[in-house]
């Protein structure tokens, strides 16, 4: 990672806010700290932040909730909560919903809290790049298939130009194959146009024959998350959350080229089971 990582910690105890300054303080971050999820709100309306960490515990509003907010508003932005065993139910139930990535028990490790957050701030650079491939690829695509629909007359004499700009595309088509996260591409007008190895492998042949297929490009639940969130307002990101076959999560964020959205990008999530036996381990578990 090139750019220096932006992490924001919010806790209403100063000394704790101190306390992970100093955990910190010879690691290549940025460090923010604010003591109160409303004012993390306003630190992330003013600056941009790669990595949140927050405290569930707090008054006026909780971790749970000051995270699901910043997922809806900034999705990109990487979600870790510091909770005890006490507020395992609910924390299991944020990181289904899609608004947390991990949460780390209190009193925390230092060495675990390094690692999950290089972890988080790994993603959130891998998941920037992936959706800058989606929209190049998806802009690529468009520009395609307008050219054949509105100049077939000339295909002949633009064939070696479109050939190009297939190869180009095919490029970006492999690059997001070979991502290991479970995604689907979906042009602007709901076609399922690109499923990538790991998403292959994952629900197997309930896509095989659906690409490209205007009545199949949506199916299930996921089709109503995709047509509205290429409804969605041309100057904000949609993000939504459905379940999907009761084992996953699907993430469906629009793709924006000059403020009209070309397409969107499904993120698929296993699902976090309830912890057995008092296992914190369940509730960590992401894809």
Not at 60 to 89: H, K
Not at 144 to 151: A, H, I, N, S, V
């Amino acid at each position: 990672m090139s750019e220096t990582t932006s992490i924001l910690f919010v806790d209403d105890e100063e000394k704790v806010l101190k306390a992970l300054r100093r955990h910190f303080i010879d690691e290549p971050y940025r460090i923010h700290l604010a003591t109160s999820a409303r004012d993390g709100l306003d630190l992330l309306e003013r600056i941009p932040i790669d990595v949140v960490v927050s405290d569930y515990r707090m008054p006026q509003m909780n971790g749970g909730e000051f995270l699901r907010l910043v997922s809806e508003r900034w999705p990109d932005t990487m979600r870790i909560v510091l909770s005890g065993y006490a507020d395992i139910t609910a924390v299991i139930t944020a990181i289904n919903e899609g608004a947390i990535f991990k949460f780390i028990s209190k009193p925390w490790a230092e060495t675990e809290l390094k690692d999950t957050v290089r972890e988080a701030a790994e993603r959130q650079h891998d998941l920037r790049q992936i959706r800058q491939l989606a929209e190049t690829a998806l802009a690529a695509s468009e520009s395609l298939f307008t050219e054949e629909r509105d100049e077939r007359e000339q295909l002949n004499q633009r064939n070696l130009e479109l050939e190009s700009r297939v190869s180009d595309l095919e490029l970006y088509e492999a690059a997001i194959a070979a991502v290991a996260t479970p995604l689907l591409v979906y042009d602007r007008d709901g076609v399922l146009r690109i499923v990538n190895d790991a998403a292959s492998r994952w629900i197997g042949s309930s896509v095989e024959g659906k690409e490209g297929s205007p009545e199949s490009g949506v199916f299930g639940r996921l089709g109503g998350a995709v047509a509205h969130a290429l409804r969605a307002q041309p100057t904000a990101t949609q993000t939504e959350f459905v379940e999907w076959g009761g084992s996953c999560t699907a993430e469906v964020t629009a793709i924006c080229r000059d403020g009209i959205p070309i397409g969107a990008v499904v993120h698929l999530r296993r699902t976090v089971g309830s912890p057995k036996g008092g296992s914190r381990n369940e509730s960590e578990r992401t894809l």
